[in-house]
């Protein structure tokens, strides 16, 4: 069965309240931490998760059993080489199902119906049943009474007694006292069970008047534990429509609680551990998912399952290496895909304007025997390019390399790859208060700065970054006319060469512009790579134009990063220096 952590509250850098509970299946193998700003959902969607392990579970279960007792019961070779032939159909069709993992999705509305989120089955305690009514008490039939015509009262006159009229009469009083004492004994007989009887009554009537008095009870409390169970029924639903109304107004935080809620009902084969942590940018609209996706080693190999008589066991026959590495490597294009398709599909809003996939994969290197985690596809799409295409016909591969994904070229190698995007775990792009480099005030806000202290805080910073790798960091003359604000030179033969860097000093999100200066500056300078770095973020156009070249986009989470890395801390604010900027103009 599921097991649940405790519900958790976080908070994020800005002080906002965040809330994660565990859910784990350890017969499965089964972990996914549920993450959320509203505890009602985090809890509905660790629910729904464990529900569905719990079913999962209990399939796996059936059927091994069933296949036990079927092996157990097939005593003739006839009957095992039909067991065996029934597992030869469920190993192909668990081959299948990789196979057809992204036309699953294409046939199913990935939108979420919020009115199903709602728990509106009845309350499943039956009402107590009205008591049987226990039989009343029955008189008892009353003795004979004892009359001096019965003949155990008859005077019992001998022979002699004929003669003498003394012990005649003495025999006559015998038969009368015997009969009075009788009659009284039958009298006090008569009044003990006329007694007894009237306490039976009334043990009765107290009896009756217990199980009345219980059931009334019973119906007390079932109709208070119905009352709750219906209340909260209400709270719940009351909080989905809360949760909806605030997702439909755009809020970002319940738009990643919905896309999680989109990739906790897709269905996937067991193998797949199902486990992801999503981020939305409102700035840009840019959604990021980290993908948990199985290892080789995961994956179903077997094909046939023969029974051989001769040795009266079961053979099962696996697909070859090549056919398992094949097989790997479709099934994770197919997965990208069919991630992006769920979730551009159940936007109903059209909040998402681009998808960065990371798939990452957790595995046991070979040569070390330690366990690793690495990314091994990576892919950003933008929703028009995505959604005018035919996934019913594309070749998954050939279509990510269309995107311009990014993968080695055997996924099976488990060859980690940079994400295109990567997420902002802690929130620092827009925090209240750090203290400052050397060069700077405490509580000065980054995108506030004086245009020329942050290109020389750009250069600075690079400085530090590439000195200690035996790079060298040349700064131009601060300008402000767009053009190179440091050349970095790094001499490393293979990875090495000339660096382009312009700082932008924005609270607006930066357009593709921006992006193809940069690009035009470096193909001037003879460079190999060119670094934009800006106190905002950027649009998907620009994200879309620097893909599949040597540009690398940093936004300002990665810039109050790199000062960290370096003993340094700062605050971007764009509201306020929006504000400060427009007063100084």
Not at 162 to 176: I, P, Y
Not at 323 to 328: S, T
Request: proline fraction near 4%; hydrophobic fraction near 40%.
């Amino acid at each position: 069965m599921s097991e649940f952590g405790s519900l958790r509250t976080t908070y994020t850098a800005s002080g906002l309240e965040r809330y994660e509970v565990e859910v784990v299946h350890r017969e499965l193998n089964k972990y996914q931490l549920m993450r959320g700003d509203d505890a009602n959902v985090v809890c509905a969607r660790a629910n729904a998760k464990a529900a569905e392990w719990d079913e999962a579970w209990a399939k796996r279960s059936a059927v091994d059993a069933r296949r036990q007792e079927r092996e157990v019961s097939a005593r003739d070779v006839d009957a095992k080489k039909r067991l065996a032939t029934e597992r030869t159909t469920e190993a192909v069709k668990a081959i299948e199902a990789l196979n057809g993992l992204l036309a699953h999705t294409l046939t199913v509305d990935d939108a979420i119906e919020w009115e199903d989120l709602k728990d509106k089955s009845p309350y499943p305690v039956p009402q107590p049943a009205v008591p049987a009514q226990p039989a009343g008490p029955l008189r008892p039939a009353s003795p004979h009474e004892p009359s001096l015509t019965d003949v155990e009262f008859r005077p019992k006159i001998g022979f002699l007694d004929n003669f003498s009229a003394a012990r005649k009469q003495l025999r006559l009083r015998e038969a009368e006292s015997a009969h009075v004492a009788a009659h009284a004994a039958w009298q006090r007989g008569v009044e003990h069970t006329d007694r007894q009887h009237l306490v039976n009554i009334a043990s009765h009537a107290a009896l009756v008047k217990q199980l009345e008095e219980g059931y009334a009870a019973d119906l007390v409390t079932w109709g208070t534990e119905e009352s709750e169970f219906l209340d909260a029924q209400r709270a719940a639903a009351a909080a989905i429509d809360a949760r909806r109304a605030t997702y439909e107004t755009g809020d970002a935080d319940a738009l990643t609680d919905y896309c999680g809620m989109v990739l906790d009902n897709s269905q996937y084969p067991e193998c797949f551990p199902q486990d992801f942590e999503i981020e939305y940018n409102p700035a840009n609209k840019v959604l990021i998912v980290d993908y948990q996706l199985p290892s080789p080693a995961e994956l179903p190999t077997a094909i046939e399952v023969k029974y051989i008589a001769a040795r009266d066991e079961f053979s099962e026959k696996s697909i070859s290496e090549r056919q398992l590495n094949q097989l790997y490597d479709e099934s994770l294009y197919q997965v990208a895909l069919r991630t992006i398709h769920e979730l551009f599909e159940s936007d109903v809003l059209s909040r998402i304007q681009a998808i960065s996939f990371n798939g990452w994969v957790k595995s046991v290197d070979r040569a070390t025997g330690l366990a690793s985690e690495s990314c091994v596809l990576s892919i950003q799409v933008g929703r028009d390019e995505f959604t005018a295409l035919d996934l019913a016909k594309v070749d998954p591969k050939i279509c990510f390399k269309k995107l311009k994904g990014v993968a080695a070229a055997k996924l099976y190698s488990l060859t980690p790859v940079a994400p295109l995007l990567t997420m902002s775990r802690e929130d620092k792009r827009f925090v209240s208060s750090y203290g400052v480099a050397d060069s700077l005030t405490e509580g000065d806000n980054l995108a506030a700065m004086n245009w020329e202290d942050f290109e020389h805080l750009i250069r600075e910073l690079f400085e530090k970054e590439f000195a200690t790798t035996g790079a060298e960091v040349r700064v131009t003359q601060a300008s402000r006319d767009g053009g190179v604000d440091a050349v970095i030179f790094d001499p490393d033969p293979l990875h090495g060469g000339k660096t382009v860097v312009q700082a932008k000093r924005y609270t607006n999100t930066v357009g593709v512009s921006a992006v193809r200066d940069l690009y035009g500056t470096m193909m001037n300078e003879g460079a190999n790579k060119g670094i934009l770095v800006t106190t905002s973020d950027y649009g998907p156009d620009a994200y879309a134009f620097a893909k599949g070249k040597p540009l690398v986009l940093l936004t300002g989470g990665n810039l109050l990063h790199l000062l960290a890395n370096h003993g340094h801390s700062a605050r971007i604010d764009l509201l306020e220096a929006k504000l400060l900027l427009s007063e100084s103009d």
